[in-house]
């Protein structure tokens, strides 16, 4: 009889291991996510915004918007589904019996959330301005940027060139035990632990109206050829980028 009791014990605790376990994730810099379809677009940006880089107080000013022509623009072919990996920072809370566990299986944990978190999207496709050069580089725009641009030298431009558009989002654990819908599940050590994600409640954006995701071609003024050039390898993930009010 005790043998019962110890087998029925040792059962029961096994499986409060296995169950009731959840990890709470918050994004905590949601604005600054990027992935190769882009920047979230909490700014709100559409093609042809154009804002000023401060490359010193490490800010993005909306400056003002050229008109861009449907005919203007390419628009790739929609894909059903894309999972991206990200790259944003988060806040991991753990319920339930994981609370007790080693502070190695909570480090396991999160870290597995934290490397293997992705952005999934249904339905998506992106516009692009086909030759943006063209028209940040109209005589009405150069001679407004340019006066800028003489005043101070730290400053370069960035033109928002391409937008995703999707269906939906969501984020989601990359190769995750699915248990049906959008439930998320790792495992730890003994534990299986249900990964609720909270970002999605922070990501205030329209992704089907406004885009998901905008690109940013950076130009930076050259006097000598009174005209902006495209810079490369600018990194944007540690800027703050300001949309129009």
Same mark, same amino acid.
């Given at each position: 009889?005790?043998?019962?009791?110890?087998?029925?014990?040792?059962?029961?605790?096994?499986?409060?291991?296995?169950?009731?376990?959840?990890?709470?994730?918050?994004?905590?810099?949601?604005?600054?996510?990027?992935?190769?379809?882009?920047?979230?677009?909490?700014?709100?940006?559409?093609?042809?915004?154009?804002?000023?880089?401060?490359?010193?107080?490490?800010?993005?000013?909306?400056?003002?918007?050229?008109?861009?022509?449907?005919?203007?623009?390419?628009?790739?072919?929609?894909?059903?589904?894309?999972?991206?990996?990200?790259?944003?920072?988060?806040?991991?809370?753990?319920?339930?019996?994981?609370?007790?566990?080693?502070?190695?299986?909570?480090?396991?944990?999160?870290?597995?959330?934290?490397? =293997?978190?992705?952005?999934?999207?249904?339905?998506?496709?992106?516009? =692009?301005?086909?030759?943006? /050069?063209?028209?940040? =580089?109209?005589?009405?725009?150069?001679?407004?940027?340019?006066?800028?641009?003489?005043?101070?030298?730290?400053?370069?431009?960035?033109?928002?060139?391409?937008?995703?558009?999707?269906?939906?989002?969501?984020?989601?654990?990359?190769?995750?035990?699915?248990?049906?819908?959008?439930? =998320?599940?790792?495992? /730890?050590?003994?534990?299986?632990?249900?990964?609720?994600?909270?970002?999605? %409640?922070?990501?205030?954006?329209?992704?089907?109206?406004? %885009?998901?995701?905008?690109?940013?071609?950076?130009?930076?003024?050259?006097?000598?050829?009174?005209?902006?050039?495209?810079?490369?390898?600018?990194?944007? /993930?540690?800027?703050?980028?300001?949309?129009?009010?």
């Amino acid at each position: 009889m005790k043998t019962f009791y110890y087998t029925l014990l040792i059962s029961l605790t096994l499986l409060s291991f296995a169950s009731c376990n959840t990890a709470r994730v918050a994004c905590t810099e949601v604005d600054k996510f990027q992935s190769r379809a882009g920047i979230l677009n909490v700014p709100n940006f559409t093609q042809g915004d154009i804002f000023m880089i401060d490359t010193l107080a490490k800010r993005g000013d909306y400056l003002m918007h050229i008109d861009i022509l449907d005919n203007e623009l390419s628009i790739s072919p929609k894909i059903d589904s894309t999972e991206i990996l990200t790259n944003t920072s988060f806040s991991i809370a753990f319920e339930g019996a994981i609370e007790k566990a080693s502070q190695s299986v909570k480090v396991d944990a999160s870290n597995k959330i934290k490397n =293997n978190t992705t952005f999934f999207m249904t339905n998506h496709f992106r516009k =692009n301005i086909k030759t943006p /050069s063209t028209k940040i =580089n109209d005589n009405q725009v150069v001679k407004e940027l340019s006066t800028i641009s003489l005043s101070n030298s730290n400053i370069v431009f960035g033109m928002v060139t391409g937008i995703v558009y999707a269906d939906d989002f969501e984020f989601r654990v990359k190769k995750s035990i699915q248990a049906g819908g959008k439930s =998320n599940v790792i495992k /730890s050590g003994k534990f299986k632990i249900n990964v609720n994600y909270e970002c999605e %409640g922070s990501v205030v954006v329209d992704a089907k109206n406004g %885009g998901i995701f905008f690109k940013v071609t950076v130009f930076e003024y050259d006097k000598s050829k009174n005209k902006l050039i495209a810079r490369t390898g600018f990194d944007l /993930s540690k800027y703050e980028l300001v949309g129009a009010k």
